[in-house]
């Protein structure tokens, strides 16, 4: 994000110094490279050779990895490609926070962009200047290659000590899931508390274990495998079942073949615990690794499922899938071409008869080979086309029960035929925004909402989509007057300065628009400006 000149160190600078402007950046790795600390380095720099600092580029959180949601860096690449740049030199506290990238050519390449539009970069912390010399080349290309390396070694002890957790049988990251509960436990395996969907550890000396759920969850999770096992029903006419008697997921969705095929597929049921199915290591692309290559620890957790009924249900599952010959299953992913249009696991997976998204995988390693068989070759837009069809289908129930939520507490409630604007009690404007989730090269996922210009209501409520986009995640209750910018992105935290507006269900909103009629009431005049 673009920061204004700070003023740290401001009494250094000459009024006649030549203009720079600065670039720091922060990921996590230590707090000597805060960007505070490195922006006072910078301007002492700066005031010792003759530079003014007229703007300040800042990536606060943001890895050096590539550029990549270094929102900074690349407005500071593309103001000087413009001609937008009004500064000569731009200068870095050293050659890592310019950038750890894997490939050292891409760090170089950057800055020869700099370069060429003769904007010089100098590393103010490192013991070379940057002027081009054999020397400094050398060095610097040393330099570049040791940061790489640095991020490098780090994944690897990351892994290691990821891999260790898991063998020694404690979550890493994630829901628990349908049917479970993510239960905090201290160093000496003492059980602490039981975390809600959001919630996090604190302590870095706290692991997480699963523990079985409420009993009502427990009993429909058996219930899921003994109509399968037992009675043969198949997946969607299980979800049937368990949507005629209002039984909803962990998420609050109605259930569909995919969510009970998920559950019928996954061994932390019977207490197992595996990580490394798929994996993406330093912002490359995300891939799915083999059985051989997963982590492991069997009977990490208390079962809820018997190890002899989960192994009949991926009998079933995968002699289903073998009364189909390999031309036979891909004759099936073209027919699904043919009448989409695209392909996805989800489109797959809600196939009313015939194979599962994990019947794909395991025949022929992963769905994109599947796809590569029958000449399909999925671009990242395709996936979304049938998302963003589901949510315009899904917005106006969210408008309905929102108007009924306020109507129910008292309140009065317009909508706009055309902009579905909420008008609430005459004393606010809300405007209600889906946004689905969309996961980066890295594995990671965002959320990115742009404000109406246009409307400017005064809240906008973002409704995030969980990372399927299949339910509700949470709710962003965003005010106007806190939010500058056109559009936002939202990690998975975000910090107090966001997250303080994050809620699980809109009772904020509706308490809203009931403290606003009270106010009216109270005070006996119109509405509240």
Request: aromatic share 10%; with cysteine; charged share 25%.
């Amino acid at each position: 994000m673009l920061q204004g000149t700070s003023n740290i160190g401001a009494e250094l600078e000459s009024p006649t110094a030549k203009s720079a402007a600065e670039y720091v950046r922060m990921s996590t790795d230590h707090q000597q490279y805060s960007t505070a600390n490195q922006s006072q380095a910078i301007r002492e720099y700066a005031a010792r050779h003759g530079f003014r600092i007229e703007k300040t580029y800042e990536d606060s959180g943001k890895s050096g990895l590539n550029l990549d949601d270094r929102q900074a860096l690349k407005q500071l690449i593309e103001d000087v490609q413009n001609g937008a740049a009004e500064f000569a030199t731009i200068l870095v506290y050293d050659v890592s926070r310019w950038g750890r990238f894997q490939d050292a050519d891409e760090s170089a390449y950057y800055e020869y962009i700099c370069k060429r539009a003769g904007i010089s970069v100098r590393y103010c912390a490192e013991q070379f200047e940057n002027d081009g010399s054999p020397v400094s080349t050398i060095v610097k290309g040393v330099k570049r290659a040791m940061a790489g390396e640095y991020s490098r070694e780090l994944s690897v002890k990351v892994f290691a000590g990821q891999r260790r957790l898991i063998e020694l049988g404690y979550r890493q990251g994630g829901p628990a899931g349908y049917g479970l509960r993510r239960q905090l436990i201290d160093q000496n395996g003492i059980a602490k508390a039981e975390l809600v969907r959001g919630e996090h550890k604190s302590i870095q000396t706290d692991r997480i274990v699963l523990i079985p759920g409420p009993e009502q969850e427990i009993e429909i999770i058996r219930f899921i495998y003994e109509a399968f096992v037992t009675q043969g029903k198949s997946e969607r006419e299980i979800a049937d079942v368990l949507n005629a008697k209002d039984i909803t997921t962990d998420l609050g969705r109605s259930w569909t073949r995919a969510t009970v095929h998920q559950i019928l597929i996954n061994e932390k049921y019977i207490g197992n615990n595996i990580w490394n199915r798929c994996s993406c290591k330093l912002k490359g692309r995300r891939i799915y690794n083999p059985p051989e290559r997963w982590i492991r620890h069997d009977q990490a957790f208390e079962p809820i499922v018997d190890e002899d009924t989960f192994r009949s249900a991926q009998v079933i599952i995968s002699e289903r899938s073998k009364r189909y010959s390999d031309e036979e299953l891909l004759d099936v992913l073209r027919g699904l071409l043919e009448q989409h249009g695209y392909l996805s696991g989800i489109i797959i997976d809600e196939l009313e008869v015939g194979p599962s998204s994990s019947a794909y995988r395991t025949r022929f390693g992963s769905l994109i080979r599947a796809y590569e068989l029958i000449g399909f070759s999925p671009d990242r837009d395709y996936r979304y086309i049938e998302i963003n069809r589901a949510l315009r289908r899904m917005y106006p129930d969210f408008i309905a029960a929102t108007v009924r939520g306020i109507e129910e507490i008292g309140g009065s409630v317009r909508q706009d035929a055309e902009t579905d604007l909420l008008t609430v009690n005459d004393e606010f404007t809300a405007s209600l925004c889906l946004v689905r989730s969309q996961e980066t090269m890295a594995g990671s996922y965002r959320w990115k909402i742009r404000f109406d210009a246009g409307l400017r209501p005064d809240i906008t409520v973002a409704i995030r989509m969980n990372q399927m986009n299949s339910a509700v995640l949470d709710y962003y209750l965003l005010p106007r007057f806190e939010m500058e910018a056109d559009q936002l992105a939202l990690a998975e935290y975000n910090g107090l300065a966001l997250d303080a507006y994050r809620f699980d269900a809109l009772d904020m909103l509706f308490e809203l628009a009931a403290r606003s009629q009270l106010m009216e009431v109270s005070y006996g005049i119109g509405p509240i400006h």
